[in-house]
């Protein structure tokens, strides 16, 4: 059984609005160009070259520290390592800095104490470098001698015992110590010479030294090899090497070192056989590794061992280090942008902004800092869409980010339907494990998305671009619209049209003929992820461009259309009809009957109804409705339309009427034009049910 520490305040979460309690508020936070990123259990430190030092999330220890800090008042941070729940830093003038929970010394001050705000470690003044993890921690000082201090159950510290230390205690004589990095309970430390060592916990090999044992408590020769950078997880470490290639040792019962070998590996082992890696980060039981073309990978415990790519970005430039039990992880793009996934219960992901539930360890990335609209080219779409009812409350926002198969399927199933006017679609047994949700179901069914294996849907992988635009095209088909016949050509001569799949060809051509088509630099990018402003632009655009040119009635046009309110189409056997809503809110109906397929009772060459829900006194507007839609539709003008419904309501005495009863049939004459209406009374308050036929 893992040992683990006893927290105090791990179930202690404050609100996300308060800050250090060093006096001022900060400013918003510097979003781009880090040099490094740490993660904690609850929080993520970001360090940029100018030593700007930027925290967000919880600090354990720390009551106050709960959303973002910057460089605590100073721009003099030149070196950072994050434990479970504390930061050890390194100052421009090298003293060396900690601050967090405390109760195994890891703090290296002397005491138990939990810091509340930065302390420094000793009086040295000569730090170069420092590796933090877990409760306990490693530094080299300019000298080259090595140091430790913090939790030891398994002689982590390698100071040849199995007790803590709450302040630095030196690792043997040697002055010739050049990189260090601590995994949960082991360390992994190089000589200038490339002489590699290892100690700590060993039961899986943690160590590297080709044996397994409890604890080796001083430091043991493990390789003579030139490594580019070391990182350590639970009980593996990984390696990557000058050349590119990539190397593992520890635990492997998961595939984190790699599918395929033992459970146990032993001595330092080459993984796979790319020399094509840049970067290299161990966190729990998973492995991540970037490549040369900003591709990510993961493998292990979350990955069922196998690695594979993490979403279809290739822009990627730097992943953060863990501490061994964070929960997220942090990733920078080339263009300084942060992103990340996992646990954000206290916006150690988002800045700003927690959340109750697991961005999924198997989801794509999100932006750190949320940008807080979309681009100006895509706002007007987005916003039509909202209005529209298009678009969930729950996929706005996050506007650069992927777009996963579940939020596409989503947008899939709400634009069907409300370009068909079917609201209800029968939902077959499925039999994918990975519980796909009722939308992404229904979309397969329907033929809109296809799935990446027999068994398993993967509702939270990033969709291309070319997918979700055949989704849309077989939507357009699928809703019976009458679609124009459009030539199968591209209207310009994109630069990557050889990268669209043979089964969205005509798609996409159909899409870029009736111009709605976004293309970036002349390419269409069909391989590369659709981000959920571009999504949302195209549903909108989608709609616009063929359910505003179906047969709609001029009313709904002129009335309602154009103006932003919520359309949905209501088809029956013997009639076409229209649901106006308000923010969700239902205002009234359109019906148009179909004469051929109707005996119905009056001559009219467009028999139609309205009804809405009435309440005396509160509702006259709608009558006014009413009577624009009745003046649209029949070309007449009723200026008296609304005062004569008033009259003949009083003359019925209509809010008098009993629960259950009607008016029954009505009429009304207003220029010469007559009007049925009936009044329902199918509520035990003053609302009523009002059906006016013209």
Do not use: C
Not at 241 to 259: H, M, T, V, Y
Not at 269 to 296: C, E, F, P, Q
Not at 447 to 460: D, L, N
């Amino acid at each position: 059984m893992r040992f683990k520490l006893s927290y105090l305040f791990l179930s202690v979460l404050l609100a996300l609005t308060t800050l250090l309690d060093s006096g001022k508020i900060q400013a918003a936070p510097q979003k781009t160009g880090y040099k490094q990123i740490e993660a904690g259990a609850f929080f993520t430190a970001a360090l940029k070259s100018d030593g700007t030092l930027s925290i967000w999330g919880y600090l354990e220890g720390i009551p106050r520290l709960k959303g973002y800090v910057e460089s605590l008042g100073k721009k003099d941070w030149a070196y950072i390592s994050a434990g479970l729940h504390f930061l050890t830093a390194i100052k421009k003038d090298g003293t060396m800095w900690s601050w967090g929970f405390n109760d195994a010394g890891q703090l290296g001050n002397g005491t138990t104490k939990n810091g509340q705000k930065p302390v420094q470690i000793g009086i040295n003044k000569k730090w170069r470098m420092v590796s933090s993890n877990y409760a306990h921690s490693a530094a080299i000082a300019t000298d080259g001698t090595l140091w430790t201090w913090g939790f030891n159950p398994f002689g982590g510290l390698g100071t040849g015992d199995i007790r803590n230390r709450s302040k630095p205690v030196q690792v043997g004589k040697d002055k010739d110590w050049s990189n260090v990095i601590a995994g949960e309970f082991h360390m992994i430390g190089v000589k200038k010479d490339g002489t590699t060592y290892g100690w700590g916990v060993n039961l899986e090999g943690t160590v590297g030294n080709g044996k397994t044992a409890g604890a080796q408590t001083t430091p043991v020769k493990i390789a003579k090899e030139s490594w580019k950078s070391l990182t350590a997880g639970f009980d593996h470490t990984l390696a990557l090497k000058p050349d590119g290639s990539l190397w593992g040792w520890g635990a492997n019962f998961a595939g984190q070192i790699e599918r395929g070998l033992a459970e146990k590996v032993l001595k330092i082992t080459r993984i796979g056989k790319d020399n094509d890696w840049i970067d290299v980060m161990a966190s729990g039981n998973d492995s991540y590794a970037l490549k040369k073309d900003g591709t990510i990978w993961g493998w292990g415990q979350d990955f069922s061992g196998k690695p594979r790519q993490m979403g279809l970005d290739r822009d990627w430039s730097k992943i953060s280090k863990h501490a061994s039990g964070s929960q997220h992880v942090i990733l920078q793009k080339k263009d300084g942008s942060l992103w990340g996934w996992g646990n954000n219960s206290s916006g150690q992901i988002i800045y700003g902004k927690s959340t109750e539930h697991l961005f999924d360890m198997s989801k794509i990335p999100m932006e750190v800092f949320p940008s807080a609209g979309p681009s100006k080219w895509a706002s007007a779409d987005i916003e039509k869409a909202t209005l529209h009812g298009l678009i969930n409350k729950h996929d706005l926002g996050f506007y650069k980010s992927d777009v996963t198969r579940t939020v596409a399927t989503r947008q899939f199933i709400q634009l069907y339907k409300s370009l068909s006017g079917t609201d209800e679609i029968e939902q077959k047994k499925d039999a994918f494990t990975d519980y796909p949700s009722d939308d992404d179901v229904l979309s397969y069914q329907m033929g809109f998305i296809e799935t990446k294996s027999k068994k398993q849907f993967k509702p939270y992988e990033p969709i291309k671009r070319q997918e979700f635009l055949l989704g849309i095209y077989r939507i357009m088909k699928a809703s019976d619209l009458s679609l124009e016949s459009l030539p199968t050509k591209w209207s310009k001569p994109y630069k990557d049209t050889n990268e669209v799949s043979a089964n969205a060809k005509e798609a996409l051509q159909y899409l870029d003929q009736a111009g709605l088509l976004i293309s970036e630099h002349n390419q269409i990018k069909p391989n590369e992820a659709i981000s959920r402003e571009e999504a949302s632009a195209y549903i909108w655009r989608t709609y616009n461009r063929f359910m505003a040119n179906t047969k709609y009635s001029d009313a709904v046009k002129d009335l309602f259309y154009s103006k932003g309110y919520q359309i949905d189409v209501v088809n029956q056997s013997t009639s076409i009809g229209y649901k106006i809503l308000d923010k969700g809110n239902e205002i009234v109906e359109i019906t148009y009957f179909d004469a051929k397929k109707l005996d119905y009772v009056r001559n009219r060459s467009l028999p139609a109804k309205v009804t809405t829900l009435y309440t005396p006194g509160k509702d006259d507007y709608k009558l006014s409705l009413i009577a624009g839609i009745i003046e649209k539709d029949r070309n007449v003008s009723l200026p008296i339309f609304k005062e004569s419904l008033l009259e003949q309501f009083s003359e019925l005495e209509i809010d008098k009427l009993p629960y259950k009863k009607s008016t029954y049939e009505q009429y009304i004459t207003v220029d010469g034009n007559e009007y049925l209406f009936i009044l329902f009374n199918t509520s035990k308050t003053k609302e009523r049910d009002l059906e006016v036929n013209y």
